[in-house]
């Protein structure tokens, strides 16, 4: 080899091997709106987690002296209470903190749940199609057009309003959507040629599924995972603003929202506050969901 051809292969190198490191730049870059909002969504996950150590006050404690006081910029507002106060003078950054607790549990459960029923009866329709695919469409379709609210009411005036059962409700009302998406592309997997040789090998249906199929979809899920605990955070305050789900005096954002809709023209901050809490954090994980289905979605070239 001539040393010309030795400098040339010196020179090809490094660039070849900055390439991919360019390339993954350039991605991060173009997902910065998701990567900002992962980091936001970061801080409110600690918040609620640190809760009992970040709180600068007990989110139960009573003071009718400081009842309705405004926030630490407006007139009459004190420091110790950056927020103010609400109807009974509970410090509202100690509530809302508290509340991000229950707003994450119940996304997070209610999400695996739905995620969990959604994905086992999407691939039994879309691999053994049928009746089975006919069983589990039609009861797709009777869960998509039954009213949610209605569905909310009959649970929950039959066990109770109580944390779980907002869980349980919220993850069985949730799942059509995995079951469809998932049915779907397992109806286009089990085609390929790899599936074919599994089943030519003489492997297990539940092998197939479980280890050929389903490992296949995980980006998918993980998208729409992400996407849901958005929709069922909203949901949760919905219910609790009604009064179907968490509580007083148990700090939580949609039942804070309701206690605060009577005030809302002499004392705006107590529903406001929480309310925005509901929209940042709502707003955060779609970002971060739109940003994880861009960089999983082997179509989108980023």
């Known amino acids: 080899m001539s040393a010309q051809t030795e400098v040339e292969l010196a020179e090809l190198g490094p660039s070849r091997a900055g390439a991919p490191r360019a390339g993954l730049a350039t991605r991060l870059r173009r997902l910065r709106w998701g990567l900002a909002a992962c980091a936001v969504l970061l801080l409110v996950v600690a918040s609620a987690i640190f809760a009992p150590q970040i709180s600068p006050h007990d989110p139960l404690s009573v003071n009718i002296r400081h009842r309705l006081a405004p926030p630490a910029w407006m007139e009459g507002g004190a420091a110790r209470h950056l927020l103010g106060t609400d109807q009974v003078g509970r410090d509202l950054l100690s509530r809302i903190i508290y509340g991000g607790r229950v707003s994450l549990v119940v996304g997070a459960g209610a999400v695996l749940i739905a995620a969990t029923i959604g994905v086992l009866l999407g691939l039994g329709a879309g691999y053994f199609g049928g009746r089975t695919d006919w069983t589990i469409m039609t009861l797709i379709n009777v869960m998509l057009t039954f009213p949610f609210v209605l569905l909310a009411l009959a649970v ?5 309003p109580s944390l779980p059962n907002m869980i349980l409700v919220l993850g069985v009302a949730g799942w059509p959507i995995y079951a469809r998406v998932i049915r779907a592309e397992t109806m286009a997997i089990r085609e390929r040629e790899f599936v074919l040789a599994g089943r030519a090998l003489g492997m297990s249906h539940a092998r197939i599924v479980f280890r050929q199929i389903a490992p ?3 980006s998918v899920i993980v998208v729409i995972a992400t996407l849901q605990v958005a929709q069922v955070i909203i949901f949760e305050s919905f219910l609790s603003f009604l009064g179907l789900g ?4 148990t700090p939580a954002w ?6 605060g809709r009577v005030y809302m023209l002499n004392s705006w901050w107590i529903a406001t506050f929480p309310g925005l809490a509901i929209f940042l954090t709502t707003l955060v ?6 940003a994880l289905r861009d960089w999983l979605d082997p179509h989108l070239k980023l």
């Open 246 to 249: 968490i509580q007083p005096p």
């Open 156 to 160: 929950i005036a039959v066990l109770g």
């Open 254 to 259: 949609g039942n804070m929202l309701g206690e």
């Open 216 to 218: 296949n979809l995980v």
């Open 285 to 290: 994980i779609n970002l971060m969901g739109n």
